[in-house]
Structures are given as C-alpha cells and as structure tokens.
C-alpha cells in the first residue's frame, strides 16, 4: 500500500539550543546539544520518513525510564502502531521511582494514539534497547515500529506497552558511560493519501 503520493517533509524550525519543558510545576530545558560518549542504533528499521532533531536530557541528568505513544491495531483502519518513544530523565542523585519527574526527551512523535504508563529501571539507567519492526508488507497495511524494550545498567529488562506485528530485532549495543541520554527518531509525517506508518526507526545516545 506504500506509496500513493511523495511525502512532504515538514521543515524543523528552531531558534537556539534549548526547548523549554514544563513538568511537575517546574521548568527544566532540555538540550538538542550534550556531550556524548556512545551512539546506540539497531539494524532493523525501516526508511520511511525522515529523522528529527536528536533531543538530550537536561546536564546531570540520564534516562531512568520510558513511555511510548501507541496506537492500538484495528482491523478496519489504516494502522501505525508506535508513533514516539519518550525517554524520562533523573537526576544521579533520585531513585528512578519518585513522582518529582525532572524532565523528559522524545525527538518527533507521530499523529496517532495514546501515551503509555511510565516504566522504570529498578535502579541505574536505560544502557540498552531492542525494537521489534514489521517488515514491508507490499499492498497491505504497513506499521513498521511496533514495540521497544531496554535493558537497565543493573540488568533489569523493561518491555513497551507496543503493539505485536512484526518481529525483535537485534539488541543494539550498550552504552559507554553512565547511561542514556538522547534520543533522536525518524518519523513519517501524516500524509494526505497513502498507507501512514509513524515510528520507523530509533537512534539512543549515550552519556558519561
């Protein structure tokens, strides 16, 4: 079913470095630019779409744990499953589990669906992930990105509340320094005419 019609890219526009977050009832920023020690990518997604700004969490601050915007399959639409990955920063000195949530990170998010609940590593950070894609599926209703799971830097495995097509690819590589930081994504724009698919492909960013 992919592709009716060229896909128009939306142009990124942005003045300076720094986004401003509202959380909690506190402002925190978060950075398109930090130090970084260790880029984290997996050989499985797929090419629609084009990749967004990558978006790092405030310095002193790492990736303890994760939400998702999900879009529940049905039979009778045009589906696009995962639609954004949100990575959601503490600082080293918080337990992963407090409510005083510092800041989160997500890059381009897609049109559809819900966010998810939050999980969290027990302890440590995010130092690793797996994303399970569905293939082209020719005339059919392609998804790509389905789901997403990561390892915790004490060993803890963390699965999305994603959708099930398609299937996990390999692990990506674990991260050099303390843990995650950023994370940049490809997102194909909602089109006019056309199969939409959102989420295709993740890229992780790794901190001292």
């Known amino acids: 079913m992919h592709r ?8 990124l526009v942005f003045i300076g470095l720094q986004v401003s977050v509202q959380t909690a009832g506190r402002r925190f920023e978060r950075s398109i630019e930090r ?38 399959l049905s039979v009778l639409s ?11 920063c503490i600082s080293l000195f918080k337990g992963s589990g407090l409510d005083e949530l510092e800041s989160f990170v997500e890059s381009n998010v897609g049109s559809w669906g819900q966010w998810t609940k939050i ?11 797996q994303l399970r894609v569905e293939s082209s599926q020719g005339i059919r209703d392609d998804t790509a990105v389905n789901n997403i799971r990561f390892n915790c830097t004490e060993g803890s495995l963390l699965l999305g509340d994603g959708t099930d097509k398609g299937e996990w690819g390999d692990w990506s590589s ?14 194909e724009e909602k089109l006019k005419f056309g199969d939409d698919t959102a989420l295709n492909d993740a890229r992780m960013f790794c901190c001292d």
């Open 4 to 11: 009716f019609t060229s896909i128009t890219f939306s142009l």
């Open 78 to 88: 045009d589906n696009t499953a995962l639609n954004a990955i949100r990575l959601h």
């Open 174 to 187: 674990s991260c050099q320094g303390r843990g995650m930081c950023g994370i940049m994504t490809r997102i």
């Open 119 to 129: 999980k969290w590593c027990p302890s440590g950070f995010l130092k690793a992930f």
């Open 35 to 72: 130090p970084f020690v260790s880029l984290l990518t997996v050989p499985n997604g797929m090419k629609w779409g084009s990749w967004a700004q990558r978006e790092f969490c405030p310095s002193g601050t790492y990736a303890a744990g994760f939400s998702l915007k999900v879009e529940e």
